[in-house]
């Protein structure tokens, strides 16, 4: 049976700029990891979960339950829903989740969403409407919105995905809605001869972010995290990138902030000659700063001398290098410490480390450790690495600062 979730807040108002630091978000989740398999590019998660508060630290997603359950889930297009939507008016507020209920009950659901919900925004939170689609049709349920989440009691499943009203956040004679949203801003290097950058704008969306890192997989992108925008931007308006020293090439000069199943927004930057340069995002509507990065002439550069470590996830880094980093990594235990604070093994697996002779089969015994930690685990483990082997991982080809 399918279910599919969206929200719409019926509002009409002029929408303000304000943070949302006031508005509340529940605390105390267990973040977990689950076990992902992948067919035809498309990810599906599965784990099991006795009594508590969890989220998922792949997709966001949170559930409450009082006994064991199992849940399977996946992100899924919006495409799916194109024949419901313009008749109802309603347009995505976050990714879109098919969700199936494998045992037990769940008291609570959680679904992600991107509305910021500070200014005059804040009420939007009496407003939260959750779309079901079924076999039979789809239908609208009332949810609560918290800072970063719509709550659903008693829930049924398996598409899900927040909504917002269309119509009620138009205003009479304007064409489209100004929504404030959590935004994010993508820097990626495709190539260094030429020097050409790619730059996306697109919602604070796991899903939308995971196309995103598939999509510049294929094409061998370089990614260069940076900070998120210093406030929300707003839906549907128009933003341009702006480099000092001036590129030689922009193109499209402004981008407009929206969800997209035609693929990630982007623009594309040509950099004359290597340095160290500042990106900018302006807002059109006010001419604000309110995203900026600096670039340094290294980053412009950085290579793998292991061509086949760029752009991997961390399974695969570990998978390749797993030779090196047996024989090379000392002192082990210092990372074991860091796993087990951080919830990634157990007392149990800590212990079995522990007890191993020698630094070569401490790690041997990490890595069969690692195999149940999730590609979180893997990566934090990475994360790890980096802050106490730096020298070594840039042996192995992995750039200073690399995120995974």
Known sequence: MFAVHFEGPLVRAIVHRGACTEVPDSSH?????????TEKRVSTCSLSSPAGRYECSESGLRWLCAGQVTLQYRFTDWHLL?????????????????????????????LPHFLC?????????????????????VCLEKCELSRFHARLVNPSFSLLGPF????????PGEEREHMNIHADVQVYRSSTS??????????????????????????????????????????????????????????????????????????????????????????????QTVWEADITRS??????????????????????HQADLVQKVKNVMPLADKLLSQGHISADNYADIRTERTDQDKMRCVFKVL???GDRGKRVFITNLQEQHSDLLEELGMPPGWQY
């Open 194 to 287: 030429p020097l050409n950058f790619r730059l996306y704008l697109l919602p604070e969306d796991a899903h939308l972010r995971k196309l995103l890192m598939d999509e510049e997989e294929g094409f061998r992108g370089f990614r260069l995290p940076r900070p998120r925008p210093v406030r929300p931007l707003q839906m549907h308006e128009f933003y341009g990138f702006y480099t000092t020293p001036e590129p030689i090439r922009i193109y499209p000069v402004e981008l407009d902030l929206r969800v997209s199943n035609i693929g990630p927004n982007f623009a594309e930057v040509r950099i004359g000659e290597a340095g160290d340069f500042k990106i900018k995002l302006i807002s059109s509507a006010d001419q």
């Open 82 to 110: 194109a024949g419901e939507l313009p008749h109802m008016q309603y347009r995505p507020a976050g990714p879109s989740m098919d969700i199936k209920l494998i045992s037990g009950e769940l008291e609570e659901i959680h």
């Open 299 to 320: 980053e412009c550069f950085w290579t793998n001398p292991h061509q086949s470590s760029d752009n991997i996830s961390a399974a695969e880094f570990l998978k390749r």
């Open 164 to 171: 917002y009203s269309l119509m009620s956040l138009m205003l």
């Open 371 to 373: 195999e149940s930690c």
């Open 117 to 137: 919900l500070g200014g005059s925004q804040s009420c939007l939170k009496d407003f939260g409407m959750v779309l079901h689609k079924r076999d039979s049709g």
């Open 29 to 37: 989740w267990v973040l977990v990891d689950p076990e992902v398999s």
